[in-house]
């Protein structure tokens, strides 16, 4: 039996889960700035996985690479996800997220202010 194909996919499986929360916490302490690190990083397990020899620590470098640059649009996608409030915000770091004010300028993708609208909406119906 040949279980190469088994510990591959379960490998791939385990890495992308490990990635997920090196995703959300790099974004939460470092913000998306750290893009160039996975980069650096993926680039260079990509370049290393060509000169191992051995099939299965090759391919999983590579993994490992590519797990990498797909972390950098996570950095980006995650960005979003906390500006939603999805995900919770670094009170230490400063913020580059919309304030209350310019939601109500017409950033439509606040939800968290439109729960507020939809909450004072429903109270004032309540009312009448």
């Known amino acids: 039996m040949n279980y190469q194909g088994v510990v591959i996919g379960l490998s791939v499986f385990l890495i992308i889960g490990l990635f ?53 649009h996570e950095l980006f996608v995650q960005e979003k996800r906390v500006e939603r409030g999805w995900f919770p915000q670094n009170p230490k770091r400063k913020s580059d997220a919309k304030t209350g004010a310019e939601c109500a300028k017409g950033f439509i993708g606040c939800h968290h ?12 119906d309540a009312g009448k």
Do not use: D, Q
């Not at 750290?34 to 993994?63: K, Q, Y």
């Open 20 to 72: 997920h929360p090196i995703v959300i916490k790099g974004e939460y302490y470092f913000s998306k700035k750290i893009w160039p690190l996975f980069l650096v990083c993926g680039a260079g397990l990509v370049a290393g996985s060509l000169f191992i020899e051995n099939f299965m620590i090759s391919t999983l470098l590579c993994v490992v690479g590519f797990s990498c640059f797909w972390s950098i």
């Open 113 to 124: 202010h439109a729960r507020k609208a939809h909450k004072n909406n429903i109270e004032a």
